[in-house]
């Protein structure tokens, strides 16, 4: 069976840090881009940086730029999201989702992406 699976979110003050897993089993996630997509209450799932099967590194979230970094660990099969200077606006839902490297690497599209996992509560909050 083909699986992300996230972890590492949790509760968190202003300023402070998280890092994201994203474990995929079934399928090896360096032949594969993938992405961190958030979906806060009431408002639609945005992209928010995603890395190509290569290692090469987008991002699409201006608000994050300087604070985000994705990587990954092809000897895990992990992929991460290292979060810094958490704003109370960063509270969303976080997914992690892969598949084969998009044509259109000028946005990060939730239609361009097949293999989703269940989220992880990320909570900014003082």
């Known amino acids: 069976q083909l699986r992300l699976v996230e972890s590492g979110g949790g509760l968190v003050q202003p300023g402070g840090s998280l890092r994201l897993s994203c474990t995929a089993s079934?399928?090896?996630?360096?032949?594969?881009?993938v992405a961190w997509f958030r979906q806060a209450p009431g408002k639609e799932r945005e992209g928010v940086v995603c890395i190509s099967s290569s290692g090469g590194e987008f991002i699409d979230a201006d608000s994050v730029r300087g604070r985000f970094t994705i990587s990954k660990d092809a000897t895990k099969n992990t992929a991460y999201l290292q979060m810094n200077s958490l704003k109370p606006e960063d509270t969303a839902v976080y997914y992690c989702?892969?598949?084969?490297?998009?044509?259109?690497?000028?946005?990060?599209?939730?239609?361009?992406?097949?293999?989703w996992g269940q989220g992880t509560q990320v909570t900014v909050s003082s």
């Open positions: 079934g399928f090896p996630l360096d032949h594969y881009a």
């Open positions: 989702a892969a598949d084969l490297d998009p044509p259109d690497v000028t946005t990060i599209r939730v239609g361009d992406f097949g293999f």
